[in-house]
């Protein structure tokens, strides 16, 4: 930092500096100038999982800096800036540097649940339908906590045409609809209350029902009765 005859500063750099002034009569006065960065984020929005323990550090960090939440009831942030999550929700995370009372930053958070993972198909085989053009394909995952719904999206193509095609209270879900030689590509979310703070959708997993053994069902007609 440097200042003028009139006492006026100007920050050059990053740092700490100590000003001298000097009366006429050789009495002398310091002050010591701390010249930061203004605290800031790279984003106005973060999302983590329900049970998260993470810590979103601004650009800038200071040696001295307050952190707080809005709402401790969805996320609580200790002295060190670590984040808890405890609560599907939204809250507002703040910092501000004690050094320079007019460096504050925040971000939105936004506590969502965790995307399901360990996603399995398997095709179970039995007789055919009298249509004789559908299977069961039966999908499981890992639970996630605090879940209300999953549901279930399903495609022809890998990568886009996902639909919804049901949903459950369990991590478990049969698709009765799969139709014999048709390959099918699933991806499930996890949802809360109303469909609130629904996770992404998982990795796809692969049905395919080509090769699936059945067996057909005779179905005999009766004769009729005078």
Known sequence: ????????????????????AQAADGRQGFCSVYVSSMLS??????????????????????????????????????GD???????????TIRV?????????????LCVTLH????????????KLQKNGKRITNKLTWDGINGTVRYWIYRSNR????YELIGKTKSPVYRDRTAK???????????????????????????????QAKIQKVNVQKKKATA
Request: some cysteine.
């Open 96 to 108: 501000r540097d004690l050094n320079n009372p007019e460096s504050e930053a925040s971000f939105v």
């Open 41 to 78: 984020f790279g984003r106005k929005q973060y999302e983590a999982g329900l049970g998260d323990r993470i810590c979103i550090l601004p650009e800038y960090s200071s040696d001295a800096m307050e952190w707080s939440s809005s709402n401790t009831e969805v996320a609580e942030v200790d």
């Open 81 to 91: 800036g670590k984040i808890h999550t405890k609560k599907l929700g939204k809250t």
């Open 180 to 210: 014999v030689g048709q390959v099918y590509y699933y991806k499930v979310a996890a949802a809360g209350r109303y469909g609130r703070n629904a996770s992404d959708l998982s990795e796809y997993v692969t049905s395919s029902t080509a």
């Open 115 to 126: 995307t399901p993972e360990n996603l399995k198909c398997r095709v179970q085989t039995g």
């Open 1 to 20: 930092a440097t200042v003028d005859t009139q006492g006026n500063i100007k920050a050059v750099a990053k740092g700490v500096a100590v000003l001298v």
């Open 158 to 161: 890998r990568n886009t045409g």
